[in-house]
């Protein structure tokens, strides 16, 4: 389980590609090493993949076809930097919102609106998703836990504050780049019942 509060951002140092295969390798902080082990669950853009070796402050992850057809992590290059949490530990606060480290889909960026002390990054969900997607509900941005601001059709906006901005990736952001998304489980729970209910009742 994640929380979507990042806690730090880490650069890749070393991308190792086989056929529908890939191995990164990122260069961790001290802070971030202590009592991590082989098969632990680390957040990388907010999906979750498993240390598989550790060398020094050099961590390696294994990344599947699926998660590089999911997600954004297929697109990254060598000393691209990636929003790193560690799993929380039971006891741990929970500053953001409950999060599985499961990317749904992508997102693109199609607005950025930058004001004094804020930050406004609008997106496009794919048209299949849209219904997890309303006004003040949680969602998970490349492992950032982010309220909902406004809603159009398929297109939402979140708000970023300065601190999110400094301690993530996502102040690097630009129109047109395809950020990982993760729905509340709850949310996405609630609302895929209630459709299976309405659709039992109409008979479709």
């Known amino acids: ?68 057809t999911v997600t954004n992590l297929g ?21 953001g919102h409950q999060m599985s480290g499961h990317i749904l889909c992508v997102a693109h960026v199609t607005e950025i609106i930058t004001s004094p002390n804020n930050c406004q990054l609008w ?3 794919p048209e299949q998703f849209k219904h997890f997607i309303f006004t003040k509900g949680y969602i998970g941005i490349d492992g950032i836990s982010l309220t909902i601001g406004k809603v159009k059709n398929n297109y939402f906006n979140v708000n970023l504050i300065p601190e999110t901005l400094q301690r993530t990736n996502i102040g690097s952001r630009q129109v047109g780049d395809r950020i990982n998304i993760e729905i509340d489980p709850q949310t996405q729970a609630i609302v895929e019942t209630v459709e299976r209910i309405m659709a039992q009742r109409t008979g479709h």
Not at 19 to 38: G, K, R
Not at 75 to 92: H, K, M, P, Q, S
């Open 1 to 68: 389980m994640f929380t979507g509060i990042v806690q730090s951002t880490a650069p890749i140092i070393r991308i190792i590609k086989k056929e529908n295969f890939q191995t990164h390798i990122i260069e961790l902080e001290a802070s971030l090493i202590t009592n991590l082990e082989i098969g632990a669950s680390v957040a990388h853009n907010g999906c979750c993949l498993s240390v598989t070796k550790i060398a020094g402050n050099q961590v390696s992850f294994d990344l599947m076809q699926e998660t590089l």
């Open 123 to 125: 997106l496009q969900i």
């Open 75 to 95: 697109e990254l290059t060598t000393g691209d930097r990636v929003n790193i949490e560690r799993a929380a530990r039971f006891g741990d606060d929970i500053g």
